[in-house]
């Protein structure tokens, strides 16, 4: 049972051992680890923050391409929306036009054959005449 418990000497010189390793350790290692950890913690931390700002980037581009594509469809709704109003407008004037130019044709043409019958029946002779064949025309019909 003596080799189980430890002898005071036993005990110095581990004790002595323990307090040359420590300070061996706290002399050159230490200070490289708690480097390295500082260094691992910041590169972490970095890592994080890219991390989240990546994230906000991205949700970002999403919020700008869903209001770009709601902007793009409300212009495409719009300009279809003026295009139609243009077209019935353009529909509408043309209706006026050809309105127009039939009410003009139409006195142009009562103007002219008033013109030409003033000119044909200028004498009592010609306009008895004209009366007459009328008349015969329509018994005969």
Same mark, same amino acid.
């Given at each position: 049972?003596? %080799?189980?418990?430890?002898?005071?000497?036993?005990?110095?010189?581990?004790?002595?051992?323990?307090? &040359?390793?420590?300070?061996?350790?706290?002399?050159?290692?230490?200070?490289?680890?708690?480097?390295?950890?500082? +260094?691992? #913690? &910041? =590169?972490? *931390?970095?890592?994080?923050?890219?991390?989240?700002?990546?994230?906000?980037?991205? +949700?970002?581009? *999403?919020?700008?391409?869903?209001?770009?594509? #709601?902007?793009?469809?409300?212009?495409? +709704?719009?300009?279809?929306?003026?295009?139609?109003?243009?077209?019935?407008?353009? +529909?509408?004037?043309?209706? =006026?036009?050809?309105?127009?130019?039939?009410?003009?044709?139409?006195?142009? =043409?009562? #103007?002219?054959?008033?013109?030409? %019958?003033? *000119?044909? %029946?200028?004498?009592?002779?010609?306009?008895?005449? %004209?009366?007459? =064949?009328?008349?015969?025309?329509?018994?005969?019909?």
């Amino acid at each position: 049972m003596q %080799l189980v418990t430890p002898d005071i000497g036993l005990l110095f010189w581990m004790f002595l051992s323990f307090l &040359t390793v420590f300070f061996i350790l706290k002399a050159f290692a230490w200070k490289p680890i708690l480097k390295s950890l500082k +260094e691992r #913690e &910041t =590169s972490i *931390e970095k890592s994080l923050l890219l991390a989240k700002r990546d994230i906000l980037l991205k +949700e970002a581009r *999403e919020v700008k391409n869903k209001i770009i594509y #709601e902007a793009q469809k409300i212009a495409h +709704e719009e300009a279809d929306r003026i295009i139609n109003q243009a077209m019935l407008e353009i +529909e509408n004037e043309k209706k =006026s036009a050809i309105l127009d130019m039939k009410k003009q044709i139409s006195i142009f =043409s009562i #103007e002219i054959a008033e013109k030409i %019958l003033k *000119e044909k %029946l200028k004498t009592e002779k010609k306009q008895i005449g %004209l009366i007459n =064949s009328l008349l015969k025309d329509i018994n005969l019909n």
